[in-house]
């Protein structure tokens, strides 16, 4: 009886805790202690231990000698191996979107970039900038590629709040989309990862940006 209340209440603890650290309200070396996140959240501890073996699972928090679970720091080398990864994944996506995607979903793919180019920078702007590398991931029609790439996207989730945030990145965010709109129109596959290539360079360089500047310098996350 006890597993069938506690599985739902650690799943819904892992979700909140997921949606804290994609807000930026959970930030990199945070303490995750059980007794004050049941309190907080309103469960017992029992689904807290497990919400953060999950994102321990995840790669999202690790133990620290003396501090206990914490949400992980990535270092500047581990922000720049995971776009590089970003950037293989999703340039496949969209070569293989290229020869995949049908006219629905290249539909669906320009108005969420429409819509996301009159949004608000911030919180908005990122749900929108989701539902468009999602649909692109789904057109690719690659369930491997999906599922390595949900896996990196939640390690993505370490580094905070969107870079859309910032009305400079968000316009040149829906410029380089509607470039790899094109291309997977045309069928051009070489031309359709290169467009995607460069939006996560350009995506890269915005992140490091931010993290200069931080309190925390760089090299000491």
Known sequence: MGDE???????????????EIRAGQLLP??????????????????????????LEADGLVSHQARQ?????????????????MRSVLE?????????????????????????????????????????FHR?????????????TMIALQKTLLILG?????????HESASIEHRAVIDAIAAHDGDRAEAAMRAHVEAALN???RGMRGREIPLEDE
């Open 68 to 84: 206990g679970a914490t949400i992980r720091n990535l270092d500047y080398v581990e922000v720049i191996e995971l776009y590089e």
């Open 91 to 131: 340039g496949t996506a969209a070569r293989l979107a290229a020869r995949m995607a049908s006219q629905v979903e290249l539909r669906e793919l320009t108005e969420i970039n429409e819509a996301l180019a009159y949004a608000e920078p911030g919180t908005a702007a990122q749900e929108l900038n989701r539902q």
């Open 161 to 169: 709040p969107t870079t859309l945030s910032e009305s400079e990145r």
């Open 135 to 147: 649909t692109l991931l789904d057109a690719a029609r690659n369930r491997f590629l999906v599922k």
């Open 5 to 19: 209340t506690e599985g739902p209440q650690g799943q819904s603890a892992y979700r909140r805790l997921l949606a």
């Open 206 to 208: 915005a992140r490091v």
């Open 29 to 54: 070396g945070a303490r995750l202690r059980e007794t004050e996140l049941a309190e907080r959240l309103g469960i017992s501890r029992t689904p807290v231990r497990e919400a953060i073996r999950q």
